[in-house]
């Protein structure tokens, strides 16, 4: 198809905006399901999507569209994710795009992630159509929603497009805004073939299946490419678009997002941001990739069957490839033997890696507290990072310990402020500024990250009844007053259980900690000491009383003496015992560790 009525565009919005639900309207507005096909969130192609009603992964789909003056337009459409935690597959669907649609809940208004969305949108110099949605509800507002846009992100409040994406309220009128606003793409057919890979995932059958933006030139099935970065060598044996099924085609031209199958069979030969050209006439320079994403949350991930093992280290392998903000190393624990020390974006993003693997590749894991990664000073000068708590040196080694801070953005209502004021000095958070935007607040705070990856969502929305939400930027390091927290059983630590806390919060911790692995640890035929240490000083225990053998029962009468040389017996028995015994710590007792901080 002529370039020329080619549009390329992604919906981004703060979740439960309704983004899924805007997507399958286009879909059916442009006709491309069958009656039969039509679902809810049709895009979203995970179970895990489909449960929590969350996108996890960014789906493209094409569509033809006739507009009111009679051309034919192909519009590629990307899908995108909402929450903070999967703001890395935003990022990368707006480099495939010249425009974005932005979705605004039109009875909640700006939220957290419409805000950093936006910005990611204008950053990257993207034709951005407002669009507000939920008309139909019977508390939307508007005028206010428009004000809200207008005041917060600047846009003219007469250009705000009211939608509702569960009626199919306005879908033509924004089909019609996109052909009218988002621009052609600007490559060249007869430039040197250059193709961004912007997703890639692995199929058992195909080998690696690479999502790509043609920016120029042409690419056809049977030429010979070549990865500019990796510098690897392959043929293209199929290609396919989506239309919203996968469709095969004998050729991708610029402009067009397509799938492109090499019969790669190495997870480590593809990289997302990477750049294929043709062998022949190869492009003088590969397109600018990706920002490379650190993980900013840790938990090592564990098989509870030591022959799981090898099944864990490929499902990683595949799962790495699909999302290059996830990363692994090796890790062994004398408590759980080996597993793998997992890197995330934030602990939702931990949550769903962790659920992938146990329902997509069989596994049953067993998953440490997450942490985050520290900077260490130690006496001699030298800095180092350390992403588990079992890496810290004793404390007569370190000159102090820099813990990552975070400016957090969090909305809410007017009447909830002083909630989540409270929430964010508990965190040890301080305020940085506040300001109003109709019925709605906005609190900035500086947190320290390890604050905000344990249940400040949930006690967040708690505080605000749903209604409030953050976005957070990593803003560098601060000196803390840290220390690592061991858990003892019976004299010996479990390095799976230490957690790194701040000195006024490690009472509470190492208290709440041991009265929880008290009543999970089961009883033995000896007394087990459970402790909670800092270095030699042990702050807090709890004891699983021994389980007790009646060893008179068969003393009728008689002298009280031989009671008593029974039961001494026993104790002497029992002090033999406790010192050859080991104690086996069940999978809850690891999980307690995750849910410090609940509400009971």
Known sequence: MDPERIRNFCIIAHIDHGKSTLADRLLDATGSLGEREKRAQFLDKMDLEQERGITIKAQTARMLWR???????????IDTPGHVDFSYEVSRALHA??????????????EAQTLAN??????????????????????ADLDAVSRELEEVIGFDKSDVL?????????????????????????????????????????DAYQGVAALV?????VLEKGDRVLLMAQGGEHEVQQLHVVDPHPRKVSALEAGEVGVVLCGVKSLDEVRIGDTLTRVRNP????????????????????????????????????????????????????????????????????????????????????????TVRYRVVDRSGAVREIESPAALQAPREIERIEEPMVLATIHAPQNCIGAVIALCQERRGRQRDM????????????????????????????ATRGYGSYDYELIGYRPANLVKLDILVNGECVDALSLIVHREKAQFTGGELTRRLRDLIPRQMFEVAIQAAIGSKVIARATVRAMRKNVTAKCYGGDVTRKRKLLEKQKRGKRRMKRVGSVEIPQQAFLAALRLGDEE
């Not at 933006?213 to 030139?217: E, S, W």
């Not at 990363?327 to 408590?335: H, I, K, L, M, N």
């Not at 300001?435 to 967040?460: C, I, K, N, W």
Request: with cysteine; aromatic share 8%.
């Open 97 to 110: 795009c010249e425009g974005a649609v932005l979705v605004v809940d039109a009875t909640q208004g700006i």
């Open 283 to 370: 492009a003088p320079e590969a397109l600018p990739g990706f920002r490379e994403v650190k993980p900013m949350v840790f938990a090592g991930l564990y098989p509870t069957l030591a022959e799981e093992y090898p099944s864990l280290k490929s499902a990683l392998e595949k799962l790495r490839l699909n999302d290059t903000s996830f990363q692994y190393e090796f890790e062994s624990s004398t408590a759980l033997g080996f597993g793998f020390r997992c890197g995330f974006l934030g602990f939702l993003h931990c949550e769903i890696i962790q659920e992938r693997l146990e329902r997509e590749y069989d596994l049953t894991l067993v998953k440490t507290a997450p």
């Open 435 to 462: 300001s109003m935007h109709g019925a709605r607040a906005q609190l900035r705070y500086e947190l320290p990250l390890a604050e905000l990856v344990t249940h400040f969502h949930d006690r967040l929305k708690s």
């Open 213 to 217: 933006r043609v920016v120029d030139g």
């Open 162 to 202: 009211a939608v509702s994406a569960k009626q199919g309220q306005g879908i033509e009128d924004l089909l019609e805004r996109i052909v009218q606003k988002v621009p052609p793409p600007a490559g060249k057919r007869d430039a040197p073939t250059r193709a961004l890979i912007f997703d890639a995932w692995f």
């Open 67 to 77: 507009a009111r003056d009679g051309e034919e337009y192909q519009l590629n459409l």
């Open 118 to 139: 936006a910005s990611l949108a204008l950053d990257a110099e993207l034709a951005l159509l407002p669009v507000a949605n939920k008309i139909d509800l019977p508390s």
